[in-house]
């Protein structure tokens, strides 16, 4: 079976029961997405890199909005990715992660698709370790962290009651994240 009939099957199975994708009150959200597009460690000489992965997890505070099409949604978010740059045997190690509270408005545009906009306040943790022929006696690591905010705008296509893919637009690791969404 070709690898394009084997998707298309799994897509059917999964959409045989569609649900409507309207949030309610007290649902709980898990998204796992990897980041498609990022501005750190775009540049020549990075190896081993990383793709910025994130997870996040949204509790639907409220519903009911907006003639029934909105809801509110609070949860946290964990972004994460690396890279190694290069010269000569001469390099750095760096790491970034984000963590940090989100809150998001849904309003549904479509059936089956659930649409919204968010805000992340979080804190973003950037390291850096000297590694390969550094200077005798001379060890550089360092630390630069702060605090993040991102705007997100993304949507959830919904196959069944438990299970979508998810995209989101906005800055944070990554500005395109693609993944699932898994709800209970």
């Known amino acids: 079976m070709k690898l394009k009939n084997l998707l298309f099957a799994i897509v059917f199975l999964l959409g045989a029961n569609l649900a409507n994708a309207q949030v309610k009150k007290g649902e709980k959200h898990l998204n796992l997405g990897v980041g498609l597009a ?30 029934g099409k909105g809801a509110l949604g609070v949860g946290g978010y964990l972004g994460y990715t690396g890279a190694k740059w290069e010269y000569s045997g001469w390099g750095w190690k760096y790491n970034n992660i984000i963590i940090g509270p989100r809150g998001y408005l849904h309003y549904q545009l479509v059936d089956n698709l659930d649409t919204y906009v968010g805000a992340l306040l979080g804190y973003d943790i950037v390291s850096a370790k000297e590694t390969g022929n550094s200077i005798p006696g001379y060890n550089y690591n360092t630390t630069s962290s702060g605090v993040i905010f991102s705007g997100f705008l993304g949507a959830r296509y919904f196959f069944n009651d438990k299970f979508a893919v998810m995209g989101e637009l906005g800055s944070g690791i990554a500005y395109l994240n693609l993944g699932i969404t898994l709800k209970f």
């Open 38 to 67: 990022s501005a750190l460690y775009s540049g020549t000489g990075y190896s081993g890199k990383i793709p910025p992965i994130s997870a996040s997890l949204e509790y639907v505070a409220k519903d009911d909005l907006f003639d």
